[in-house]
């Protein structure tokens, strides 16, 4: 009997990365997964976007696993084709347990070279996105007796990284979504916590990390704000591990948490 065995679970930006990752970890302990992701590049974003062919290769390492997937391209910054997507799935799989929003970019900048496009960029998809990704999928948690919603914060969302003055702004924000609907849907038995990665290993964080080189130049003295205690870089299959354990009912009572899974970062 796996860990979620039974369940279905909607993911955003689960083409690759992280999304991709959790969509294999639940789907590896029993779950049915929903997925979509944009499938481009987001102007801005100093990595390669991820693509339709990434999210296929999600639907065939799910369907290897024999779970069955409904996956579709969609930005978060809709809610009605988020909507769309979610109630297809509910249809094609029976039910709807998980939320993981997960979808996000990042535009690392000095303050100055912030323009507004970047700010309303970062915000419509890394916030705005995350309350689409809520509010399309919540009811059906709520009319099917309770469940359980995951939002990828980030250490950004506990402790600000340097260069980084929207995505904090998000971050934050994801943190306090988590809370603030954690409050009110505990009486219908619907969970609500944020997950708040340090640096993961995906296309993000390697595109990210060219630039911090540049910053570093900048103001070498907050270059030590973000140490990671443990040595290497953490894959993404140790977020989904985190995700797991907040999906399934092995944590039942934990609700408006803030799990960090940063190898230390945000503990000084
Ligand atoms: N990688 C890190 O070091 C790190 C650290 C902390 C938090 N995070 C967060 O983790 C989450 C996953 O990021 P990742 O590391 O897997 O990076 P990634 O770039 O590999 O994956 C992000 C996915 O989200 C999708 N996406 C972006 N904008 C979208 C939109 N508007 N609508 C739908 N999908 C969209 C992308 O296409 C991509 O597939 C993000 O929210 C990110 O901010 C990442």
């Not at 779950?31 to 987001?42: F, Q, R, S, T, Y």
């Not at 801005?44 to 976007?49: A, F, I, K, L, Q």
């Not at 999600?58 to 696993?65: F, S, W």
């Not at 099917?144 to 969302?157: E, M, N, R, Y």
Request: aromatic residues 6%.
């Amino acid at each position: 009997m796996g860990r979620v065995e039974g369940k279905v679970a909607f993911i955003t930006g689960a083409a690759r990365g992280q999304g991709r990752s959790h969509a294999l970890r639940l789907a590896e302990e029993g779950a049915d997964i929903v997925a979509v992701d944009i499938c481009e590049a987001v102007p801005g974003t100093p990595y390669p976007g991820a693509t339709e062919d990434d999210l296929a290769e999600t639907v065939r390492q799910v369907e290897a696993l024999d779970r069955r997937i409904v996956a579709e391209k969609a930005d978060v910054r809709s809610l009605s084709d988020l909507k769309s997507v979610v109630d297809k799935g509910v249809a094609e799989l029976g039910r709807l347990d998980v939320i993981v929003g997960n979808a996000g970019i990042d535009i690392p900048a000095i303050w100055r070279d912030i323009t507004p496009e970047i700010f309303q960029d970062t915000i419509d998809i890394n916030l705005t996105g995350v309350w689409n990704t809520i509010m399309s999928a919540v009811g059906h948690l709520v009319s099917g007796g309770g469940g359980s919603i995951i939002l990828t914060s980030s250490a950004a969302g506990i402790k600000p990284v340097p260069f980084h003055v929207p995505y904090n702004a998000a971050k934050f924000g994801v943190t306090a979504l988590a809370k603030s609907f954690a409050m009110e849907l505990a009486k219908d038995k619907v969970r609500v916590n944020s997950v708040h990665p340090g640096g993961v290993d995906t296309d993000m964080a390697t595109g990210a990390m060219e630039l911090f080189d540049g910053f570093s130049k900048e103001n070498p003295d907050l270059m030590g704000m973000f140490t990671q205690w443990f040595p290497g870089s953490m894959p993404p299959r140790e977020i989904s591990n985190a995700v797991l354990y907040l999906a399934s009912d092995e944590s039942t009572w934990v609700t408006g948490h803030t799990l960090a899974v940063d190898g230390g970062m945000t503990s000084y």
